[in-house]
């Protein structure tokens, strides 16, 4: 039996609160800013699970001891908030599995649980929150991690589940190609449309250039991608699915939240400076981001 928390039950954390829930044989405890309903649902084309978690907490000072795992499931530019949760639920026999967008996960989360051992990872899951508890689950859920000895205990944990874990021995490379398709993904943000906007050739192209502005900056990183091989396959993503998909950027504008453009966008455009490569559709986007975002940006 494993003690497993998961804080943050939004889209993401509430399809991996659902998934351990359904393995009798762990503790649950859901960790939340707000209280949440008593009960998530997430609803997928498998069929609806139903997670009750053994305990729901609203205040970090309700923690008992620390648990096996944390999944850290909130935005990047949330972690700070995290630091009174990750205190009392980590200690040198716990692993945070990290599941945010962007780099730099370990170096994030690691001053917040200095004695645990800060697990990156790299999701896919197509979830959104459609009501009070409820989310919608649109495809597999993938993930992808160091092929290390906590990589390889992932594996195990979630196993019986339907969330797929990879062990990926090039991290780098994994994490910049999911980096850049999240670039692309701030054009849903400014536009405030789901993939349909892709149906539009104007669209595509500047998808494509924003992919291979970014694909450039994590070959310079030591990303190992061919600049335009990475672009093409993200449009063909874009372009194939389903029109009403969206992602977590653009549900976070829509919901007038704060949006992670800073850890994606703004992160690679100063990346990409540092190694002196052009990036103007970067630079145009990326003020518009900061201007649309939830937060009060200052300069």
Do not use: Y
Request: charged share 20%.
């Amino acid at each position: 039996m494993a003690r497993i928390a998961v804080i943050g039950p939004g889209a993401v954390g509430s399809v991996f609160a659902a998934l351990v829930s359904e393995q009798k044989d762990h503790d649950l405890v859901v960790c939340a800013r707000s209280v949440p309903p008593d009960k998530i649902v997430v609803e997928s084309e498998s069929g609806t699970r139903v997670c009750i978690p053994d305990a729901i907490l609203a205040d970090p000072a309700e923690v008992g001891e620390p648990v096996d795992w944390v999944f850290l499931a909130i935005k990047a530019h949330d972690t700070a908030g995290a630091a009174r949760w990750l205190a009392g639920l980590c200690d040198e026999r716990t692993t945070v599995v990290v599941l945010q967008n962007g780099i730099g996960h370990q170096a994030r989360v690691a001053p917040h649980a200095p004695t645990s051992v800060v697990l990156p990872a790299i999701v896919w899951c197509p979830s959104e929150v459609v009501g009070d508890g409820r989310v919608s689950l649109r495809g597999p859920v993938r993930v992808g991690v160091p092929d290390s000895p906590a990589g390889s205990d992932l594996i195990d944990l979630l196993d019986p589940t339907e969330a797929r874990v990879e062990l990926v021995a090039d991290f780098t490379t994994h994490a910049w190609r999911k980096i850049c398709a999240n670039v692309v993904a701030g054009l849903m943000v400014l536009t405030e449309r789901r993939a349909e906007v892709f149906s539009l050739a104007g669209m595509r192209a500047l998808a494509h250039q924003l992919a291979c502005e970014s694909a450039s900056v994590g070959k310079a990183e030591g990303a190992r991608l061919d600049v335009r091989a990475v672009a093409d396959a993200i449009i063909a993503e874009l372009v194939s699915m389903p029109s009403d998909m969206g992602t977590s950027m653009l549900f976070d504008r829509l919901a007038g939240r704060p949006t992670e453009w800073r850890e994606i966008h703004g992160v690679v455009q100063e990346l990409g400076k540092s190694h002196g490569i052009s990036t103007p559709a970067l630079d145009v986007i990326v003020p518009l981001l900061q201007a649309t975002s939830g937060r009060q940006e200052q300069g």
